[in-house]
C-alpha cells in the first residue's frame, strides 16, 4: 500500500486517527463510530502546526525514530464517514490545494495484530507548512484552539 491507492473500490470501514479526531480531543465526535481502538503506525515522521491551525500532520515519506500513536476508528456508515472525513481534512483528491491526502496504510493494534485502515497524510512532502515542529515521540496531544 503507497500514498495513491485512494481511488481504488474499498469496503474499509476502519479510519487511523492521530490528531484532533482522537477521544477527547476538539473533533473526536466529527463522525460517528461504532468504536475505537488504540494503535500505531510504524512508518512516518509527525508534526505540530502551530496556531492559528494548532494540528497536527504525517509525512509518511519520511522516517521518525518512533511509531505514530493514535487511534484506530470503525465508521459507522463508511461511505457517507470518508466522504464527511475528506471534505473537514481538505482532502487534495477532492479539494484542490488541499494539505492532506488520503490512502491505505498497515496499522498495528496493541494484540500485536494489523489491520488495514485509510489515515489522512501530508498530500506532498513540499507543502509542509512554514513552522511546523516535529512530534519526536509520535504523541500528538492537544493543545487549546
Given at each position: ?40 503506525l510504524a512508518h512516518g515522521l509527525l508534526y505540530h ?97
Amino acid at each position: 500500500m503507497t500514498p495513491g491507492d485512494e481511488t481504488r473500490p474499498t469496503t474499509i470501514a476502519d479510519v487511523f486517527v492521530y490528531g484532533t479526531l482522537k477521544s477527547g480531543e476538539r473533533n473526536s465526535d466529527v463522525v460517528q463510530v461504532q468504536h475505537r481502538r488504540t494503535a500505531r503506525l510504524a512508518h512516518g515522521l509527525l508534526y505540530h502546526l502551530p496556531a492559528p491551525r494548532d494540528f497536527p500532520v504525517l509525512d509518511l515519506e519520511t522516517a521518525g525514530a518512533n511509531p505514530i500513536r493514535g487511534e484506530l476508528l470503525r465508521l459507522a456508515e463508511p461511505r457517507r464517514d470518508l466522504q464527511l472525513l475528506d471534505w473537514f481534512e481538505g482532502c487534495s483528491n477532492h479539494v484542490p490545494g488541499g494539505l492532506y491526502n488520503r490512502s491505505r496504510v498497515l496499522i498495528e493494534l496493541d494484540d500485536g495484530s494489523a489491520v488495514e485502515a485509510w489515515v489522512y497524510h501530508l498530500d506532498d512532502r513540499d507543502s509542509l507548512p512554514a513552522g511546523a515542529e516535529p512530534v519526536p515521540d509520535g504523541r500528538w496531544t492537544g493543545r487549546e484552539a
